[in-house]
């Protein structure tokens, strides 16, 4: 890890104390008790990655205290050394106490180094494979691989050439940005609506960087109350406040070397961006209910649907957080902007969707399609997304029909053209014409042109509606003119 992890030595021999202290400071924070008591003390008030702990000690065996803080502070890789090579000890250590080395004296420098690495990264692996939901203990070996697999597959699928879009697409330029920014570490804000595909874009700009072989970690700043997003980001000890059964490493530690992505930053109390703007200024954290601080080497990557230049005028947002945010905005288009993009993000969709359904759903009828095109989609990629999977349960044919469309997307199709006349300003008449034949048009085409129900459905009668349909010149292809 980039900051320097904590390690605590326990030894009531003070030379011994001395000599670990000297090998382990050049890499670690070291942080020395005579006793188990003394460490209980320290673990009260300070996150600890990793203990090493003599065995024979005056008042309680190494053993014993480390079978304690498995209980009460699980989180610290635990190691015991000793002079000592009895086996009940080291099966009991083991078995009992959780033990993850047991080195025995005299110990060489090296080696004791390379041990104290090794538990340190199973330490911050660990951590990851939670914050990835992959919630076991793991050995080194296959805490590294797992990581490194995910990390793999996360690269290939976050590529900048996996966003889908058009060529002629506003996207087109947002991506150029991206990969711009990808390359150099400067923070980077992205705005735009819900469901715009901002975190795959935060996504993509980390996997196209340097920082891609670190954690990318994700935190929805909305979706807390300051205290408890203190204690995600910035970690905490048990007890720092109500709530807090057990000591906590926040995200900026977890992402140390890597990015972290900020959503719904623009939701953040005034209160917590003077702690998240600390944090930025002196890339240090703080858990809270612990006395040290923590160096991180993060990238942040922040996103809003809000107006966060008109919040920073309000007062609701501090200017200086949001140029520390904002070293390089990035703007994410609605799906309306872009209505190029549809057909080709609902075919992905569509593929995606009829693999996990188990459904042969081969593509999407073309009046289906021309639809999707004309709504506006507000709520962008993810109402698309939605509308594709009730399609694939509802269809009965190869390809997705208008009339799997749900109404709102059937009846939200081509915006209405009124014609302006003298110098831009439309008539009432006109006006009512230009809606009077946009709904005839648009309940032809849900009843296949079949005049009967269109009628009905418009209040109409037969006759009524053929003489609209001869007025509007909307005769072609109906299906029962007789």
């Known amino acids: 890890m980039s900051g320097q992890a904590t390690v605590l030595v326990v030894d009531d021999e003070i030379r011994s104390l001395e000599s670990l202290k000297r090998v382990l400071c050049d890499e670690f924070e070291v942080i020395c008790a005579r006793d188990a008591g003394e460490a209980r003390r320290v673990l009260e008030s300070e996150i600890v990655h990793a203990i090493l702990c003599d065995q024979r000690m005056q008042y309680e065996t190494g053993v014993d205290f480390l079978k304690d803080v498995r209980k009460t502070w699980p989180d610290p890789v635990r190691m015991i050394i ?11 250590g083991i078995n009992e106490a959780g033990i993850y080395q047991y080195i025995a004296k005299p110990w060489h420098p090296d080696r004791l180094l ?8 199973l330490f911050m692996l660990q951590k990851e494979t939670e914050t990835a939901g992959i919630d076991i203990k793991l050995t080194p070996e296959r805490a590294q691989r797992v990581v490194t697999e995910k990390r793999g597959a996360a690269r290939k699928l976050y590529e900048f050439d996996r966003i889908v879009h058009a060529p002629d697409s506003p996207l087109s330029e947002v991506i150029e940005l991206g990969k711009r920014a990808a390359e150099f570490d400067i923070s980077v804000l992205i705005t735009g609506e819900s469901g715009t595909g901002k975190e795959l874009l935060a996504r993509a700009i980390h996997y196209g960087s340097a920082r891609s072989g670190k954690a990318f970690v994700v935190e929805n700043c909305g979706a807390l109350p300051d205290e408890l997003l203190e204690s995600e980001l910035f970690g905490c000890k048990k007890g720092a406040f109500t709530g807090a059964y057990q000591d906590r490493i926040g995200l ?5 070397g890597g990015t972290i992505f900020l959503d719904e930053i623009g939701e953040t109390s005034p209160a917590f961006q003077v702690k998240l703007l600390r944090v930025l200024q002196e890339s240090e954290i703080r858990p ?4 040290r601080v923590r160096k991180v080497d993060v990238r942040v990557v922040a996103a809003t649907n809000r107006d966060l230049e008109a919040e920073v005028r309000a007062g609701r947002f501090r200017r200086d957080l949001y140029y520390r945010l904002a070293a390089f905005p990035l703007h994410m288009p609605a799906l309306r902007e872009r209505p190029m993009d549809v057909p080709l993000i609902a075919a992905k969709v569509l593929a995606d969707v009829a693999k996990s359904y188990g459904r042969n759903v081969a593509g999407f009828a073309t009046g289906a399609l021309n639809r999707m095109r004309h709504y506006d989609w507000p709520g962008n990629v993810r109402e698309l997304q939605n509308e594709i999977q009730r399609m694939v349960v509802l269809a009965t044919e190869d390809r997705l029909q208008e009339g799997d469309l749900s109404p709102r997307v059937r009846q939200g199709g081509e915006p209405i053209q009124l014609k302006p006349v003298r110098n831009g300003c439309a008539t009432l008449k006109t006006n009512i014409e230009a809606l009077e034949r946009h709904m005839i048009s648009e309940a032809l085409d849900r009843h296949g042109g079949n005049i009967s129900r269109v009628a009905g459905e418009l209040g109409l009668s037969r006759v009524g509606l053929r003489n609209k349909l001869g007025r509007y010149d909307l005769r072609k292809g109906l299906a029962d003119e007789v």
């Open 82 to 92: 000793s002079g000592y090579s009895d086996s009940e000890d080291i099966i009991a």
């Open 288 to 291: 809270l209910g612990a006395q």
């Open 252 to 256: 900026f530690e977890v992402a140390d």
């Open 114 to 121: 390379d041990i104290v690495r090794g538990a340190v990264q």
